[in-house]
């Protein structure tokens, strides 16, 4: 079965690093996966899309790679800040042409 | 634009009632969603609807019902609420289908307890 996995451990990391997301899927190869933000209590919010033939994406801060060999997207902060503080949801697009959410993964920016 | 709106924020049912969690979005989206979210678990698709008058199921319809009259409106209804049915709903919308790098506007989220 469409498996999505990304790390269940809070990253605790200290302001001004570059914090590392991991996103894994398995039994598909999606054409693009996006990437939202989630802060407690509120809705997610679209961050960026990479497209399988894309190797990397960036915004501001934000950058995003997609490695269809190994199935796997890394989305990264650089210059962390405190407001960087969120879960992050990784969203391939699965076999019936629908986002998939992994489980999301939190990072905590230490002042 | 408001962008998309759900109502009510909390609610606590009681096993057996029905309810509906409303949904409008301003953005003029033909496309729109429920998901639920619980603790832990990524976003689950529950309906979705690709224009006035279409609906259909996601990954995990039992127990729900939708409807789309308006382009605005997509609320969900839920039938004799069981605890299962405890969790934090998500409304979104977007100018695409997902197949065609829709990306999705969501919702602040229906927070519903089953009792």
């Known amino acids: 079965s469409q498996k999505i996995e990304q790390n269940s451990e809070a990253l605790n990391i200290q302001e001004g690093k570059t914090a590392t997301l991991t996103c894994n899927y398995t039994?598909?190869?999606?054409?693009?996966l996006q990437w939202y933000r989630q802060d407690p209590g509120r809705g997610p919010v679209f961050l960026l899309l990479?497209?399988?033939?894309?190797k990397e994406k960036r915004k501001e801060r934000l950058k995003v790679t997609f490695d269809t060999t190994l199935k796997q997207s890394l989305f990264h902060i650089t210059a962390s800040q405190p407001a960087d503080s969120a879960t992050y949801l990784c969203?391939?697009?699965?076999?019936?042409?629908?986002?998939?959410f992994g489980k999301g993964n939190q990072v905590v920016v230490i002042p | 634009n408001a962008g998309v709106t759900q109502t009510p924020k909390f609610r606590i049912l009681k096993i057996g009632q029905s309810m509906t969690l409303q949904c409008a979005q301003d953005?003029?989206?033909?496309?729109m969603y429920w998901y639920r979210q619980d603790p832990g678990m990524g976003l689950k698709l529950i309906y979705y609807?690709?224009?006035?008058?279409?609906?259909d199921k996601g990954e995990v319809p039992n127990g729900y019902n939708v409807s789309r009259s308006t382009t605005e409106d997509f609320p969900l209804r839920l039938e004799l609420a069981a605890p299962s049915q405890t969790s934090v709903y998500f409304c979104?919308?977007?100018?695409?289908?997902?197949?065609?790098?829709?990306?999705?506007?969501f919702g602040e989220g229906s927070r519903l307890t089953v009792l």
């Open positions: 039994n598909y190869s999606p054409a693009y």
């Open positions: 979104a919308s977007s100018y695409s289908g997902q197949g065609n790098t829709g990306e999705l506007f």
């Open positions: 609807s690709v224009g006035a008058g279409i609906t």
């Open positions: 969203a391939p697009l699965d076999g019936n042409n629908r986002l998939a």
């Open positions: 953005m003029n989206h033909n496309y």
């Open positions: 990479i497209r399988e033939n894309e």
